[in-house]
């Protein structure tokens, strides 16, 4: 028996492993993320993001809790009347998990359970042409 070859990684010999690349491209950020970015401050400045040519609708088109860029205003519209975006807003109902909850969960507290977030969609302003 000799040594096997490797068969099926789409004639790259850089990448041994393309499994995770499939698996990781499609990612989005983690809901304890967005709720990071869903703070006013943060949240200020993603919405109102200056012109960026290499993203989708130049960065002015920018769904808070979806992660998202779309092309135009009447597609993030639309977005916002998906099943896709209406179960992310449930998801973001919950409060995202902390240290002091893994903590009391190992036995050093007592149990508190994760309060509820008022979660709505973000308010859009109608462009002038």
Same mark, same amino acid.
């Given at each position: 028996?000799?040594?096997?070859?490797?068969?099926?990684?789409?004639?790259?010999?850089?990448? !041994?492993?393309?499994? =995770? %690349?499939?698996?990781? *491209?499609? $990612?989005? @950020?983690? +809901?304890?993320?967005?709720?990071?970015?869903?703070?006013?401050?943060?949240?200020?400045?993603?919405?109102?993001?200056?012109?960026?040519?290499?993203?989708?609708?130049?960065?002015?088109?920018?769904?808070?809790?979806?992660?998202?860029?779309?092309?135009?205003?009447?597609?993030? !519209?639309?977005?916002? =009347? %998906?099943?896709?975006? *209406?179960? $992310?807003? @449930?998801? +973001?109902?919950?409060?995202?998990?902390?240290?002091?909850?893994?903590?009391?969960?190992?036995?050093?507290?007592?149990?508190?359970?994760?309060?509820?977030?008022?979660?709505?969609?973000?308010?859009?302003?109608?462009?002038?042409?």
């Amino acid at each position: 028996m000799g040594k096997s070859k490797q068969v099926g990684n789409h004639k790259s010999d850089k990448k !041994k492993n393309i499994a =995770k %690349t499939w698996k990781t *491209k499609r $990612r989005t @950020k983690d +809901l304890d993320q967005i709720h990071a970015d869903m703070i006013p401050a943060n949240s200020a400045k993603l919405l109102k993001q200056e012109i960026d040519y290499d993203v989708t609708g130049c960065a002015q088109h920018y769904c808070l809790h979806c992660a998202r860029y779309f092309v135009d205003l009447k597609t993030m !519209k639309e977005h916002f =009347k %998906t099943k896709v975006h *209406k179960k $992310r807003l @449930k998801q +973001l109902r919950e409060e995202p998990y902390t240290q002091e909850e893994a903590e009391r969960a190992a036995g050093m507290g007592s149990y508190i359970p994760p309060k509820k977030v008022e979660v709505q969609t973000q308010q859009v302003e109608e462009e002038m042409d």
